[in-house]
């Protein structure tokens, strides 16, 4: 019963509360650097709203690395999602195209800098979704990439998306892979969100150079780190 009073009160409150940061960020968002601090707000809001109303904290294992690198993040839930704007100082964040045609939010996001990537788009998207790499890391931002493609159910741990591979001979960047188990306390798609410890545990950075088969290896070990250890059997 408490859990379900939480996650009511955590809908009432975030989902509002998030209308009204994309709109101040519409309203306001004059500047590049409006809109990053707008975003950073809404990050940090999403944060609080789920340790004071879900009761979930956040833990980081290991040492995150700051620099140029190219940051893999296992995808479990919503959660990191919104959370990666307060793990790194205004990343650019890669996710599906169809997130930009969500009404309002999209536009803010795209003025943000995610980069948006269509999953059908072969060859010409992946040189689109390189530039805007470079160019975020040319900032100073990092990239972040969820290279399951979509959310996964804690305990799974599916192939990573041929994407990532591409991604890595072209950025030619050391990869940090992050591990999260999010999906334990917020699961894909529920609408009751338990309370608990979020932790997100830093791997070994892949250099570049490798192999792809090698590099991708390391990757998908490393981001399933907090997964039972059946699940890198999958």
């Known amino acids: 019963m408490l859990t379900a ?17 994309v709109l101040a960020a519409l309203l306001f968002g004059f500047s590049e650097e409006a809109v990053l601090r707008i975003g950073t707000g809404w990050s940090r809001f999403h944060r609080l709203c ?18 140029p690198y190219l940051y893999i993040v296992k995808h479990e839930s919503m ?36 980069i948006p990537i269509e999953r059908s788009g072969g060859a010409s998207a992946m040189r689109v979704l390189r530039a805007a790499a470079r160019e975020a890391n040319a900032q100073g931002r990092a990239v972040c990439v969820f290279p399951e493609g979509t959310r996964v159910p804690h305990g799974e741990a599916p192939p ?12 030619g960047l050391p990869v940090v892979p992050i591990a999260i188990d999010s999906g334990r306390v917020s699961p894909r798609g529920k609408f009751l969100k338990r309370s608990g410890t979020i932790t997100y545990k830093v791997g070994e950075i892949v250099p570049t150079g490798l ?8 990757v998908h070990a490393a981001i399933n780190a907090l997964n039972p250890p059946s699940a890198l059997r999958q």
């Open 50 to 67: 789920a340790h004071w109303l879900l009761g979930q904290k956040v833990k980081v294992v290991g040492d995150l690395p700051l620099g």
């Open 211 to 218: 192999d792809r088969r090698e590099a991708e290896t390391r």
């Open 79 to 114: 959660f990191e999602t919104i959370d990666m704007l307060c793990l790194f100082d205004r990343p650019a964040v890669v996710a599906k195209r169809e997130l930009l045609d969500i009404p309002l939010w999209g536009r803010v996001a795209q003025r943000y800098g995610l």
């Open 160 to 171: 990573l998306k041929a994407g990532f591979a591409g991604l890595y001979v072209l950025l």
């Open 5 to 21: 009073i939480r996650s009511l009160v955590f809908t009432l409150i975030f989902y509002p509360g998030s209308l009204l940061f």
